[in-house]
């Protein structure tokens, strides 16, 4: 085997040793105490406080530290007890209960769910009873009504939770606390983000939180935008310490005790946990997640969903280090691995969705069109950005790719064949999990002091080895690297056979230098049949239909597939249902995606309430507001069709009308929201059966998103709770019922974790 070892950015290394979590091995729990299904996300039982878990559950360095999934429907605090260092937090878009009458709302379930189970009453019941029975220290919610807050959550008060309500907007944010635990230091009203700085009357630590209800839609640059500024308040906040200080300090005559006030309400704040949390509206590697994980987002940079939309005219940054996703941290995956906005199987183990809807999609869009260029690889956006950065493309111009070629062709005979591949894949493989390795290899030679500054002697190896043994024995991840060393029977004598396999110099040390190469080797013998599939995947678009494999490239072949690699890191993502609607032209270009079952369905309304079957007059369409939204003046729709008809009504004398292409304006504007569900109901109560004879095409029941997240910084993350018990997750994927149900109040499911102060 060939290892290039020149193709190893030093900068790729450094950014994967940050984010580690990304690339980690199958997850396994470290402590006994909490047993789990392997491939389970589901706890079988829990009972011992996390306080007493051991410091495995408490490690510092967050981005590789593994914690456990707490069995959902639990009490937060039984996982907690007495511990003063310790707090638990929930976030739920409880869905708005939008007055008594929950006009709104009721359009999202599914046609099975009796009426009664829709409304607020039986809604609140459920709420109530989930929120109470968590117990959680803090709770962050989106979509509260401000009309109607003071009843719908009197009973929160009555449990002993004082609160903050977002002041402004229709889907407000409110963050509970309970008044035992924390206390109210600063607030701040936002764009869709309510921020709070939390003192804890136990420990006089201070706790920022961003709670967030981002922008719907196409809409990345809000997004971002939005999330930038609440975490610019809490700089805000800090700034404003600081020059607190500073004056204290430059008065002609200083107060000792005010100074040292100041100081340590400006150690508070700056050593203050930060959590972001809430219903973000996008998942995948959106801005919002690059802020966040990486400090900043430039002006170039692009979200693979929307690959020409200018994000900032600035760079947005923050000064608040690397914030980690709780439930990357947990379930061992992160949201830019693949299309996560497709309605995908779960897979158990896997990153649950917090999103779980009908999938209405193709009931209403046409596919987006294939992108027309190279094959797609499939190789995935981690590997496919492992290569990039392995041939160190940039530019991706014509001299570039003929530099990476040359590099390929080992043998210089103008063509790349199977094995000069198979060593760049083994490359890029040992390139994208450098961080692991260089972390594994600093914790095998961790423990020695200074006498191992030189290497490890025989003695040492074996200890070393024999520490490997039992995590093997324990089934950690430690067993990959035991088989990429042949480790079979573990005896003394095959564990000093490998030291003098590996002992390259011979001079009875195994120095880093031979364990770093040790290390590649085992990493590529355990991404092996991964690795064999992307080479065949890379000459795969190549291949002649009477041919089994294909085993060389020319260089226009070789260049083709590089090609489509870029494609693949910066061409977005197919079959995205969502767009932009500002102009008249991007309503043309969303009525060009509806399907002839959706334009047959508006067709069919339309004629209903139409007397002359070519327009509706105000009158006619009025009655169709009434009859799909219970009265007028509310509703999108209602706001779609009034700014139609006024706008009209500037222009001539006579009472404007709607034409077939103005009706089908108002619902493109409504599905460029993702109201697809609202589109559906409407067409339906009217009666048209949208979903009569409907099977999606993909065979998916479900939209699937990964919409609620916790970011957190400057704290530890030491649990996080599964939303969906066993049972439950089986009536959603099994038996079809797609939130929110009978059983379940909203379309998004709560998402929760428990924190330790650093």
Partial sequence: MFIMRGFISSSLLLLLASNVTAFSLPRQLHNPTIQCRQGSSSCYSSTLPLADRGDDLRSNDAATTTVPILPAREPLSSFIEDNKDQFSLMSWNILLPNSQDNWWCHKQYSSNVAMDKRQWEHRQSLIKERLLHSAADIVCIQEADGDTFDADFAFMKDNGYDHVLHKKFRFRCATFFLKDKFMLDREAHKDRTLVTSLKSTATDRVLHIVNCHL???????????????????????????????????????????????????????????????????????????????????????????????????????????????????????????????????????????????????????????????????????????????????????????????????????????????????????????????????????????KGSSDGLTKDQFVARLQALQQDVEGERKAFGLARGLGLQKLSTTEMEGIFERIDLDGNGLLDEDEFQQLLETAYVAIYGGDIEKKRVEFFKAFKKDDEHDIRELTKEQFTERLLALHQELDGGRKGSELAEVRTEADVRKMIERFTPLLRHSLDEVFSQFSENDETLTEEEVNRFLIKTNGELGRGGTFRHVAAILEKKNELQDAPAELTREDWYGIFARELSEGKWWQVVFDLEVCGSSVRASHTSSSGDQFYQGWLDYIYFAKMSCVGVQDALTDSERSKVYSDGDALPNEWHPSDHLPVSAIFSWE
């Fill in 215 to 449: 922008s719907g839609g196409a809409a990345p640059e809000r997004r971002l935008r939005q999330v930038h500024d609440g975490l610019q308040q809490i700089q805000k906040y800090i700034n404003a310490l600081e020059l607190d200080l500073t004056k204290q300090i430059k008065f002609k005559r200083p107060s000792p005790k005010l100074i040292a006030k100041a100081e340590k309400a400006l150690d508070e704040y700056k050593s203050a946990g930060i959590v972001v949390a809430g219903d973000f509206n996008s998942d995948g590697n959106t801005a919002v997640r690059k802020l966040l994980v990486e400090g900043g987002v430039e002006p170039e940079w692009r979200e693979p969903q929307y690959p020409k939309l200018v994000l900032t005219s600035k760079e947005r940054t923050h000064s608040f280090g690397s914030f980690v996703d709780a439930a990357e941290l947990a379930y061992g995956g992160n949201v830019c691995d693949g299309d996560y906005s497709e309605a995908i199987p779960l897979v158990d183990g896997t990153r649950p969705a917090t999103y779980v809807v009908p999938n209405l999609a193709s009931l209403l869009f046409l596919p987006v069109a294939e992108q027309k260029g190279p094959p797609r690889t499939q190789f995935g956006r981690q590997i496919a950005r492992g290569m990039a950065e392995t041939l160190n493309l940039n530019d991706w111009c014509a001299q570039e790719l003929d530099r990476a070629f040359d590099l390929v062709d080992l043998d210089g005979n103008g063509s790349i064949d199977d094995e000069e591949i198979l060593s760049l894949l083994e490359d890029v493989y040992v390139s994208t999990f450098g961080g692991q390795i260089e972390q594994e290899r600093n914790n095998f030679f961790k423990g020695f002091g």
